[in-house]
Antibody, heavy 118, light 107 residues
Framework: QVQLQESGPGLVKPSETLSLTCTVS????????WSWIRQPPGKGLEWIGY???????NYNPSLKSRVTILVDTSKNQFSLKLTSVTAADTAVYYCARDRDGYNRLDQWGQGTLVTVSS | SSELTQPPSVSVSPGQTASITCSGDKLGDKFACWYQQKPGQSPVLVIY???KRPSGIPERFSGSNSGNTATLTISGTQTMDEADYFCQAWHSGTGGVFGGGTKLTVL
């Protein structure tokens, strides 16, 4: 049974960097693609980007200048960094497994709320 | 345009058929997925590659995609199906795009 668990600070100050880690259990991160998605409170879903274990990445163009996704195969983890955050970045952040690199997101973490506030 | 448009809400009586649409430019040329999200929970994939159901998803969930519209159909809708539903498609150049979501009410 694949499980994904997000971890990281729940509060980030404006202009600082949001950093989250997703730990994968029950599957090797050297399979498939691994994605980050976010959902502002009461709103819809927004795809942030994905990484393949090879290091290949693909980012949402609207966030590309601020986003970095990295993978650590030794820890079976992947991570998200979002720079220069504002209140608009306040959201529940989900990590998910992408079966085919085309957003077939078949396993999701429980999500973690990140609030941007001073 | 890579936008996907869904109706904000759909209502259905228990046992009836619910249809939720997702519209986008030449959407039928892409693969569509559908996700179900219940309050306080993570989304769950219910349809992928237009018509396929992941293991564990009931047969009453089905999908289609043609022209500019993808449709999620729930036959014999149950109260447990009440949730938000999001369509999603992959657009070259922009990546994953989600629709705005549809709140399905079963009453």
């Amino acid at each position: 049974q694949v499980q994904l668990q997000e971890s990281g600070p729940g509060l980030v100050k404006p202009s600082e960097t949001l950093s989250l880690t997703c730990t994968v259990s029950g599957d090797s991160i050297s399979n498939y693609y691994w994605s980050w998605i976010r959902q502002p409170p009461g709103k819809g879903l927004e795809w942030i980007g994905y990484i393949h274990y090879s290091g290949d990445t693909n980012y949402n163009p609207s966030l590309k200048s601020r986003v970095t996704i990295l993978v650590d195969t030794s820890k079976n983890q992947f991570s998200l960094k979002l720079t220069s955050v504002t209140a608009a970045d306040t959201a529940v952040y989900y990590c998910a497994r992408d079966r085919d690199g085309y957003n077939r997101l078949d396993q999701w973490g429980q999500g973690t709320l990140v609030t941007v506030s001073s | 345009s890579s936008e996907l448009t869904q109706p904000p809400s759909v209502s259905v009586s228990p046992g009836q058929t619910a249809s939720i649409t997702c519209s986008g430019d030449k959407l039928g040329d892409k693969f569509a997925c559908w996700y179900q999200q219940k309050p306080g929970q993570s989304p769950v994939l219910v349809i992928y590659q237009d018509t396929k159901r992941p293991s564990g998803i009931p047969e009453r969930f089905s999908g289609s995609n043609s022209g500019n519209t993808a449709t999620l159909t729930i036959s014999g809708t149950q109260t447990m199906d009440e949730a938000d539903y999001f369509c999603q498609a992959w657009h070259s150049g922009t990546g994953g795009v989600f629709g705005g979501g549809t709140k399905l009410t079963v009453l």
